[in-house]
């Protein structure tokens, strides 16, 4: 950021959220970290909550599966579908975020 001279203000931060049903997709203007962790640090390496931050759902693994194996191993074949059409409309997310506002895009696609 201090290469670009960005603020955090110009930050949108895509990630992987397993609070949310595989396939949703979740866009705020800003916010606390709701338990993930890279959040966490994005934060704290900050020192301010006020940047964008696109969530996309990935689920919850079932009893006894590896949280980790679940995000970062291959989808079951029944979420891979739903995974993929919610990375097409991140991209259409992020697209509008750019060229119309943060709020344009919430009102849009959430």
Do not use: W
């Amino acid at each position: 950021m201090a290469r670009y001279r960005a603020s955090a203000a110009d930050l949108l931060v895509v990630y992987d959220d397993m609070d949310l049903p595989a396939g949703k997709i979740r866009l705020r203007p800003n916010g606390g970290p709701g338990g993930h962790n890279g959040i966490k640090s994005i934060i704290g390496a900050l020192g301010t909550q006020g940047f964008a931050r696109l969530r996309v759902g990935v689920g919850r693994p079932g009893p006894g599966d590896d949280q980790i194996e679940h995000v970062l191993g291959r989808a079951s074949s029944e979420d891979q579908g739903l995974v993929d059409a919610a990375v097409e409309t991140a991209a259409e997310v992020i697209t509008c975020y750019l060229s119309e506002g943060v709020e344009t895009a919430m009102n849009r696609y959430n």
